[in-house]
């Protein structure tokens, strides 16, 4: 049985009677960029979020370098994050001429570990960004209580966890602003790039709202530089209709997770822990494994797809050398690195398939 790692494909073969006359309505109306459905969805993702302001902009990666600018990172400053993400979380640091500092994670979350943030501010910290990795929430409460005591801004790296949930809190409301990205293979995917900044700050939206569209307050009234950082049209239509279909999708990501770990349970393997006061969204179902080569080709044998987010933590990436963190500085980051295997997880795989995909990792690592 064929276990695709994920399929956008037949995800639109449902879709499709939707989001063609939504499409369409766009061209007959020539609503490319922005316009009422990107400002419908601004409003629809705000109130998802239970956040006051959602800006909707090009990319997840546009959504953290604005959220930094707006939290007034400036060149010269620190920010803290994790070296177990995409690079993207760092590139928007650097965008703003500022320096990340990384922090080594906690195994069992493989998220920031916030036990070891004190020891990483110094007097040129400005903010931390902690990452919900996999779709899984960072220890909220320990990170906000740093920031409260040093007097640092909180930016949460939402890209993999539309939904997710920290105690009773959506993510995307637990910091000063947080970063979406709508990227096609996210939990909330648009038809191309796309990602959004939320907040309940005033000062940080219309910040924002300036910033991705060159500086304007109003039409060729450019208060500073900005950006060309726009939403088009057909991602706000195409967002629209998917977010209504997100907490069902969800709860298939969600039951998918927990056949997975029925199967795997007693696996020789490691899985990353859910706090049962939260709830974790399943971005990706991880399991941690010795051999991974060998893993991937024998599931491959038997045509389930695999995938590794990350095979090389930030600071061993030739694009930050400039860091001078050489392998050994972050131990714990660099060994999940080493030994972490994505399964298939997405809302439209059958329990088949991932019973087969189960069974067939239970029978090559062996239990215990
Ligand atoms: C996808 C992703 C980003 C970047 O989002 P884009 O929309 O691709 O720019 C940033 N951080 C994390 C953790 C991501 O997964």
């Known amino acids: 049985m064929k276990v695709p790692f994920l399929d956008l494909k037949s995800e ?8 063609l006359p939504a499409l ?14 990107v400002e419908a969805f601004e409003k629809e993702f705000a109130a998802f979020c239970g956040t006051k302001h959602c800006v909707a902009l090009s990319s997840g990666t546009a959504a953290l370098h604005l959220g930094l600018l707006a939290l007034g990172v400036q060149p010269g400053d620190e920010v803290i994050t994790t070296p177990n993400t995409f690079l993207a979380t760092a590139e928007a640091i650097t965008y703003c001429g500022a320096s990340p500092v990384l922090v080594d994670i ?12 004190e020891r990483a501010v110094t007097r ?22 740093i920031a409260a005591r040093h ?14 949930r920290y105690r009773s809190a959506m993510v995307g409301s637990l910091g000063n602003a947080a970063a979406f990205s709508f990227y096609p293979t996210k939990n909330l995917g648009a038809y191309g790039e796309g990602g959004a900044l939320t907040t309940n700050d005033d000062l940080i939206a219309q910040f924002a709202r300036a910033a991705r569209s060159h500086g304007q307050t109003a039409r060729y009234a450019h208060e500073f530089v900005g950006y ?32 997975y770990r029925r199967i795997l349970q007693n696996a020789r393997i490691d899985l990353p822990v859910d706090d049962p006061r939260d709830e974790c969204v399943y971005h990706q179902f991880v399991i941690y494994v010795n051999s991974r080569c060998s893993v991937i080709a024998k599931l491959a044998e038997k045509e ?8 090389t933590p930030v600071h061993l990436q030739p694009a930050y050398a400039s860091l001078g963190d ?5 131990p714990l980051a660099e060994r999940a690195c080493d030994r972490v295997l994505s399964l298939p997880l997405f809302p439209g795989l059958s329990e088949e398939q991932v019973r087969h995909a189960a069974d067939s990792v239970l029978e090559i690592v062996g239990g215990n």
């Open 228 to 259: 060309n950082y726009r939403m088009q049209g057909f991602q706000g239509a195409v967002l629209r209709i998917k977010l209504r279909h997100l907490n069902a999708w969800t709860e298939k990501r969600r039951a998918i997770a927990r056949g």
């Open 12 to 19: 639109y073969a449902e879709l499709r009677d939707e989001i």
């Open 124 to 145: 040129r910290t400005r903010a931390i960004i902690p990452v919900h990795l996999y779709g899984r929430p960072a220890d909220m409460d320990s990170i906000r209580s």
């Open 326 to 330: 050489p392998a050994g500085t972050y």
């Open 106 to 117: 906690d195994p069992a979350t493989a998220n920031i570990d916030a036990n070891l943030i």
């Open 24 to 37: 369409d309505r766009i061209c007959q109306e020539s609503a490319f960029v922005q316009g009422h459905e």
């Open 151 to 164: 007097d640092l801004r909180v930016l949460e790296d939402a890209a993999q966890a539309h939904g997710a």
């Open 304 to 311: 389930i797809e695999t995938a590794v987010h990350y095979p």
